[in-house]
């Protein structure tokens, strides 16, 4: 089980940048899937960028690329989220999750994340 801890959530206005960290326990291992996903009351949560740690193969969804980079820190046991240009429909609960049984092209398969933080708040206003 890896132990996740989300932060750097915060009310931004439309066009500005937010930086979420997630740092996690030791994961035994060198090779593995994390991600970062995001939650709007009354929908489901969706995928926002994973990436395929010990490669560093990763993978946005659409409305990620060009504005949000994941990049992932062992040393410090840390992911990272770069949010660029926020827009108002960024809002959400951001959430690091894990997957220790996959890596590679699985990351963004159809894979189930099995470990997740608590979210962190990001709110953009126009």
């Known amino acids: 089980q890896v132990q996740l801890m989300e932060s750097g959530g915060a009310s931004v206005q439309a066009g500005g940048s937010l930086r979420l960290s997630c740092v996690s326990s030791?994961?035994?291992?060198?090779?593995?899937?994390m991600g970062w996903f995001r939650e709007v009351p009354g929908k489901a949560r969706e995928r926002v960028a994973v990436?395929?740690?010990?490669?560093?193969?990763?993978n946005y969804e659409d409305f990620a690329l060009g504005r949000f980079t994941v990049a992932q820190d062992s040393a410090k046991n840390t992911l990272y989220l770069q949010m660029n240009n926020l827009k108002p429909e960024d809002t959400a609960m951001y959430y690091c999750a894990a997957n220790t049984r996959f890596s590679g092209s699985w990351c963004w398969g159809d894979i189930a994340y099995n470990n997740w933080g608590q979210g962190t708040q990001v709110t953009v206003s126009s």
């Open positions: 030791k994961v035994p291992y060198r090779h593995y899937c």
């Open positions: 990436i395929s740690v010990g490669s560093g193969n990763t």
